[in-house]
Each structure stands twice: as C-alpha cells, then as structure tokens.
T-cell receptor, first 113, second 113 residues
C-alpha cells in the first residue's frame, strides 16, 4: 500500500517550458488535491477533483491545468513555467463526505529559472 | 475569501514544557479542523482532528480544543520532546461539501533539550 505517490520529486525548468506532475493514490479516494507550499504561506489549494472526470479551481489556479482521467491519478500541468511557480507541490487525497484529513504525497520541489 | 490565521509563527520551548498554537477561521460554517505536522523536507502528516460537534479531543500528549462561537481552535502539546520539533499547520474545511481545506501559514516549533 503506497498511499499517495508523486513523480517527479525534483525538477528544474527553464522559463517557458512545460511539464506535468503526476499524483497516484491507491486508497480508492474520491477527492484529490494539488497544493503549493511557499515559505510563510502555508499550503494553498491550486485545483481539486471530487471524482473521476471532474476538476475545479482552488485558491491559486492561474498558470496551472489539471486532469483526472482515472480515479487513481491526478495530473498537474504547467504549460509555460514562470519563476513565480517555483515552489514545493503537494498532492493529497481524501475520503468523500467523511472529512477524514487528507493524505499527502511526498512533494515535488520545482525550480523555474 | 475564506481564510485561517495561525499564531504564533514561531515557538520555542524547553523540553517538558507545554506548547499551544492557536488558529482562527472566517467561515462560520466550517465543520472540520485537522492539524498537520511537517518535519523538515517531509510531507505534512495528520496528527489530530476535531469536528464541530465536539469541544475537545485528546490523543496522548496532544489535544485540540474548539470554540465555535469565537471561531477559533487550538493545539496543545504537553511534555514536549525534541522530536516534536516541526512545522505545525492548522486547517479548516470549508462549507459546501467538497472537502476543501484552507490552511494556516504554519507554526515552527522548536523544542530545546
């Protein structure tokens, strides 16, 4: 039982490049989330999904896109990376309705130069 | 928008002392309040949570209290140990049924031997 797994763990991009972060969970959770973590700002929700085929915007969605084609996977895309997107990205998943706290992946440290 | 304020941002205590971290939230309909511990370079991990129909919850050296009228909740750690040193985040689940968590900015707790 791996829980929530993110790939890659580290990445350096040049401004304007694109990339996709993959999040996979094996707990059959309905809800999945992408957060970014910046110093002194806690965790901010980028996008989330309440089920396969559905996505919605969070607090800071600009510059990101997501897809949930399979229940176990939630992809975060950066079409044209900017230095402001340098951050640590965390994926999380949770049970629906029962509000048990989210389970987090190990994080992806992204640097945009 | 909805937000969660967390205080203090840093907290330094001697081993064996108690530590208290406080959070206030703005969405009066929030009904679930988890606390996460994040060690350096690792993922946030759920340590305790409380629902809005409960005023206090304890788990060994950790306790959380909730005052719905005042819209604030607190984390209490007793008999602190060096391994309690980490960043602690509070969160509040927004109303609306989508299990969206809004996080506080975090408290860096240092426990000195």
């Amino acid at each position: 039982n791996a829980g929530v797994t993110q790939t890659p763990k580290f990445r350096v991009l040049k401004t304007g490049q694109s990339m996709t972060l993959l999040c996979a969970q094996d707990m059959n959770h309905e809800y999945m989330y992408w957060y970014r973590q910046d110093p002194g700002m806690g965790l901010r929700l980028i996008h989330y999904s309440v089920g396969e085929g559905t996505t919605a915007k969070g607090e800071v969605p600009d510059g990101y896109n997501v897809s949930r084609l399979k229940k176990q996977n939630f992809l975060l895309g950066l079409e044209s990376a900017a230095p402001s997107q340098t951050s640590v990205y965390f994926c999380a998943s949770s049970y629906s309705r029962t509000a048990i706290g989210a389970f987090f992946g190990q994080g992806t440290r992204l640097t945009v130069v | 928008g909805e937000n969660v304020e967390q205080h203090p941002s840093t907290l330094s205590v001697q081993e064996g002392d108690s530590a208290v971290i406080k959070c206030t939230y703005s969405d009066s309909a929030s009904n679930y309040f988890p606390w996460y511990k994040q060690e350096l370079g690792k993922r946030p991990q759920l340590i305790i949570d409380i629902r809005s129909n409960v005023g206090e919850k304890k788990d060994q050296r950790i306790a959380v209290t909730l005052n719905k009228t005042a819209k604030h909740f607190s984390l209490h750690i007793t008999e602190t140990q060096p391994e309690d040193s980490a960043v602690y985040f509070c969160a509040a689940r927004l109303s609306g049924g989508y299990n969206k968590l809004i996080f506080g900015a975090g408290t860096r707790l240092a426990v000195h031997p």
